[in-house]
């Protein structure tokens, strides 16, 4: 007998051999079936739309309060024609900019996910809002912070700084 919460039983036997996973029974080097032209052609093809582009500033609203309060404000309209996976999108103008804006993109992954639709299909800036605690302590509350780097960590290896770089568009008017 074993005490509770432990498995001696495991401990023993052999690791499970990659061949025993069917996930794994293909090419790896292949190129991913789920690209994200094929998602939306999918989305296009199962509810009928027409392949239409995005506006060209898009919004990815992780939490959703921006697009919920411009759409009670009547200051934003659904765009029935996007075609990103699992997502809905607002559009509005500003200043003679149509900008789109799709709220609950919450989570790193789901967030690519639906940038990299946006980019397929149109969208040249792409934008991600959101919130989180005091980043530093020299800055005051409330604060808007714009970020031009990134940290890539997975938790498991070494932190990666990229080093930041000079935007190449200065002006709005790139986008229209």
Do not use: N
């Not at 939490?63 to 009547?74: F, K, R, W, Y």
């Not at 934008?127 to 997975?154: F, K, N, Q, Y």
């Amino acid at each position: 007998m074993t005490p509770a919460g432990t498995c001696s039983e495991t401990m023993t036997e052999k690791p499970m051999s990659p061949d025993a996973l069917p996930l794994l029974h293909h090419a790896l080097e292949s190129p991913s079936a789920f690209t994200p032209e094929r998602l939306m052609d999918a989305v296009r093809s199962e509810r009928g739309l027409t392949h239409e582009a995005v506006p060209p500033l898009c919004v990815l609203d992780f939490d959703g309060e921006l697009s919920d309060h411009l759409a009670e404000a009547g200051l934003s309209t659904p765009l029935t024609s996007g075609a990103c996976f699992h997502t809905s999108m607002r559009v509005l103008t500003l200043d003679g900019l149509v900008c789109g804006i799709v709220p609950r993109t919450i989570g790193g992954p789901y967030a690519v996910l639906v940038a990299e639709q946006l980019r397929v299909a149109g969208a040249r800036l792409i934008v991600g809002l959101t919130s989180a605690g005091r980043v530093s302590p020299s800055l005051p509350l409330p604060s808007i912070v714009v970020v031009d780097t990134a940290v890539r960590d997975e938790g498991h290896r070494c932190t990666t700084c990229l080093r930041p770089r000079q935007s190449r568009h200065r002006r709005r008017d790139w986008l229209m």
